[in-house]
């Protein structure tokens, strides 16, 4: 059934261009055409030319033969150009289909398809389908037809080899069929060990400073190896169907044209031409039937990849989106109100957040516990990255579940723990936040941010280029420029999640000083580890394994939350009660 399923997947994107398909197809019926005139031709030369001393026979039906190659050989120019395009169209529109797909995914869908597993399925099973639809109008329509061909002739020239060419059909189809039965799941877990592989790949190159940090270049090695080793045994595994199938219907053809000469011993030698191209439609017909073999193979892959593509395709993205959204806003007397959530990551046993409730108001919001609390959870609810497995958000007053997830993006402005920097210019990275931006606004986000000073210190300004993940800057220096582009968005609600870490005192400072005075105009969380970071907020929720444990000003926890106590205790050493 899912073979079946991911086939019409094929077919359908192939539908989308039906005309060029059937044109493609006419000249790869002319090309076969071609191919099968010539053995009849070349039997004619012997016959009736080489065997009767004629060379005007010989001199005709050369010329036919020339023609007829050269007809075919156009045919078949014509034939790659439209299957080659055909292939390529659909596989681009593939590759547009699934990331418009992912797209909507929210972050739950992301947690079930790790990065790794989706780039293997954009670009090496769009790869698959788009060898099998040219190899579909290359090969696999032209097999049959010339098959067919090949044994009409061979009925109509030599009725005695009947017999002999339903036993090698029925061979082949025999070995065809159970090729595509065996081979499909083979080639399934062949693209499963491949996305285990770009996975082991792709978290070595994302963290190879820290395996060399540690000297673990071995360990790594041996992961890769692993993985490695395990596609290479997949594939192995699904080679050996083909390995096998192919010289058997080698074997299978060859017993046929031996027993075309057994059956043939009693010809007249004036039908020498005849047999000679009865063996010829024998050879085109194992060359057929080796073809569509080949072909299988490839579609066994391609069905295989189009599963997997298609199980992106019907994947229902985790969160909603209402039919009639509400608006959403947030003026500066409205707030954010957390009712009775909790919260479970898909897969996940216990929950993150448990029955949490709590108001924010306008200012500056301090959340703060230790590690694994829930803190970053909690900021993931807000922009609606994730929805609550029980209880409510309040934004505006309005449900959040009831509002657009990319209308209430826009007036967020989300600094995450790790600094996202693309390749590119420091002007185009902060642009992000505002595309629209004036020189002004930018280099006022920037001060905002604190990230003035060493941009302009560098050489081309907002115009230096980038490397990779903001290779060339600081830890600081990166967490700045996420602030910064945040702050050109100009957002109702400011969420920083323990991004200025990263920072020295003074700097850091300054941006809180910054941050606070941008609370009076709008909701600003700043959630952190560390008490100097947040003991000047108007309000401070304290965290601990998922439970709200106190909430209030800096003095109001040192008086009653003995978790703020503690971490105020290991952080700052004062007596709290002093």
Known sequence: MKGEISLKLIFSMLCKHFFLFCAGILFLAGEAACDLFQPALMSHIVDDGVKQGNPHIILFFGLFMLATAAVGAACAVMRSIL???????????LRSLLYRKIQTFSFANMDRFPPAALLTRMTNDVTQIQRFINGLMRILVKAPFTCIGAVFMIVTRTPQLTPVLVGILSGCIVLTIANMVYGFPRYQRMQQCLDRLNRVSQQFLNNIRVVKAFGREKEEEDRFGSSADA??????????????????????????????????????????????????????MTFSLNMVSSIFNTMARASASAARIQEI??????????????????????????????????????????????????????????????KSTLARLLPRFYDPE?????????????????????????????????????????????????????????????????????????????????????????????????????????????????????TEAAVLNNLTSYGKQGIVILISQRVPAVMGAGQILCLEKGQLCGQGTHQELLKHCEVYQEIYHSQIGDDVHG
């Open 83 to 93: 299957s080659a395009t055909a292939s390529q169209l659909v596989a681009k529109e």
């Open 390 to 506: 029980s209880g409510h958000i309040f934004i505006g007053g309005v449900d959040a579940r009831e509002q657009n997830p990319s209308a209430l993006r826009q007036m967020v402005g989300f600094v995450p723990q790790q600094a996202a920097i693309f390749s590119g210019t420091i002007r185009e990275n902060l642009l992000w936040g505002n595309p629209d931006a004036s020189e002004e606004a930018i280099q006022k986000a920037a001060q905002m941010a604190c990230a003035d000073r060493f941009i302009e210190a560098l050489p081309e300004k907002y115009d230096t280029r980038l490397g990779q993940g903001g290779v060339n800057l600081s830890g600081g220096q990166k967490q700045r420029l996420c602030i910064a582009r945040a702050f050109l968005r100009q957002p109702r609600l400011f969420i920083l999640d323990d991004c200025t870490s990263a920072l020295d005192a003074a």
């Open 231 to 284: 596609l290479a045994q997949a594939g192995i595994q699904a080679q050996h169907i083909s390995a096998a199938v192919t010289p058997m219907i080698h074997l299978i053809v060859n017993l046929g044209i031996i027993a075309l000469f057994l059956l043939s011993r009693n010809e007249s030698p004036n039908h020498v031409g005849r047999i000679m191209a009865s063996v010829t439609y024998l050879t085109q």
């Open 313 to 374: 395709l019907t994947e229902q993205p985790a969160m909603k989106s209402p039919w009639n959204p509400l608006p959403v806003s947030l003026d500066q007397k409205e707030q954010i109100e957390f009712q009775d959530v909790t919260f479970f990551y898909p897969g996940a046993e216990s929950a993150v957040l448990h029955h949490i409730s709590f108001s924010i108001g306008p200012g500056l919001t301090g959340i703060i516990g230790p590690t694994g609390s829930g």
